[in-house]
């Protein structure tokens, strides 16, 4: 009597104990490693049947491509490195998020970089981070976008880059643009439509483009309609809850209170809350507050936190698309983002 079949096992039960390789997947799927490859990489040379059939075996045997092994066999990297040093871990969340949406089914992968702009070797650990990962290519985040050290041994060693700042730094093919003095400009005209006149400035570090951008387009602004923002207004902050703290607290400590203060973040906005309900000082009523980022924290703040909205995961994925993107010369129409203002409801027009 003829042995009995055993039943097929599922194509994932053949690759038991181990990751599958792609002469694995090969083998299951019945096709050469070549066609697997041209799948992965997207090529149109393959049929829709086998590619949905070998595509569907991926899947079921949870199969990823290593970038650095890919990197290997087509003589390139696969990894884009983003490159940071900013004290707003919502910030640079978001703008990570931004560069995965671009990556997505890109075949690239995202490796981050923090580091400290203030230590005198900081360039030659960016240096290392990029020719040991051997990187596609660098994202670089304010601050450090704004070193045009950084850049130029970017330049020497031949990995390509994208510098996101408020100002144009670079080709533009090189830069995504912010416009952070725009946004500024407009918290000023909303404050000055209010009816405000006396309003202080909560500004981020002066070694920082973004904060110089957006102290000069608030002042320019507010100069505009004849309001003169004297020095004792401004204060320099370091973009922290903490340095918001301190600086409220030197603001609103005399009787000669402004009536609105502007801050170059919404971190600093969340200090300048604690130290008016310390103080007994309702806002709006007695005090208009606006921040800049719109980040998560302004809508969980209560009063909720007028805000200057900046696009930051739009930011993200337009600076990975350029550097992902076969042809980058198509994206760079729009590498420019623009901020504008959200009203919440921390502002009303001052006291007579």
């Known amino acids: 009597m003829p042995a009995r079949k055993q039943p097929e096992k599922p194509a994932s039960a053949q690759v038991p104990g181990k990751a599958s390789t792609i002469n694995d997947i090969a083998r299951l799927s019945g096709v050469s490693k070549k066609t697997v490859s041209?799948?992965?990489?997207?090529?149109?040379?393959?049929?829709?049947?086998?590619?949905?059939?070998?595509?569907?075996?991926?899947?079921?045997?949870?199969?990823?491509?290593?970038?650095?092994?890919?990197?290997?066999?087509?003589?390139?990297?696969?990894?884009?490195?983003?490159?940071?040093?900013?004290?707003?871990?919502?910030?640079?969340?978001?703008?990570?998020?931004?560069?995965?949406?671009?990556?997505?089914?890109?075949?690239?992968?995202?490796?981050?970089?923090?580091?400290?702009?203030?230590?005198?070797?900081?360039?030659?650990?960016?240096?290392?981070?990029?020719?040991?990962?051997?990187?596609?290519?660098?994202m670089l985040v304010p601050r450090v976008s704004e070193d045009q050290a950084l850049a130029d041994m970017l330049l020497e060693i031949g990995c390509r880059y994208v510098r996101i700042a408020p100002v144009a730094m670079d080709d533009m093919s090189r830069m995504v643009v912010t416009h952070d003095r725009e946004g500024a400009a407009e918290a000023a005209d909303y404050l000055q439509m209010l009816g405000h006149r006396d309003i202080a400035l909560i500004t981020g570090p002066t070694n920082y483009r973004s904060a110089l951008e957006r102290t000069a387009g608030f002042v320019e602004a507010l100069a505009r309609s004849g309001i003169e923002l004297p020095a004792s207004r401004i204060l320099e902050a370091g973009y922290t809850f903490e340095s918001g703290v301190a600086a409220a607290e030197k603001l609103l400590a005399g009787k000669q209170r402004p009536t609105a203060i502007f801050t170059g973040n919404d971190e600093m906005a969340a200090g300048v809350y604690k130290v008016a309900m310390r103080s007994g000082i309702s806002i709006p009523q007695q005090l208009s507050v606006v921040g800049f980022d719109d980040s998560p924290l302004a809508s969980r703040l209560w009063p909720s936190l007028t805000s200057v909205r900046r696009p930051t995961r739009d930011t993200g994925r337009l600076a990975a698309s350029m550097l992902v993107q076969a042809d980058a010369q198509a994206v760079i129409s729009s590498a420019s983002v623009r901020p504008h203002l959200v009203i919440r409801d921390s502002c009303q027009p001052p006291r007579s």
Do not use: W
């Open 38 to 138: 041209r799948i992965i990489n997207h090529s149109p040379l393959v049929r829709k049947d086998t590619r949905e059939k070998v595509e569907a075996l991926m899947r079921e045997v949870g199969y990823s491509p290593d970038p650095m092994a890919r990197g290997l066999a087509f003589r390139k990297s696969f990894l884009v490195g983003m490159v940071y040093d900013n004290p707003t871990a919502q910030y640079i969340v978001n703008m990570q998020y931004g560069a995965l949406d671009a990556m997505r089914d890109s075949g690239f992968e995202l490796v981050v970089h923090p580091c400290d702009s203030r230590s005198p070797n900081y360039i030659d650990g960016v240096r290392r981070f990029v020719q040991q990962q051997k990187l596609h290519g660098v």
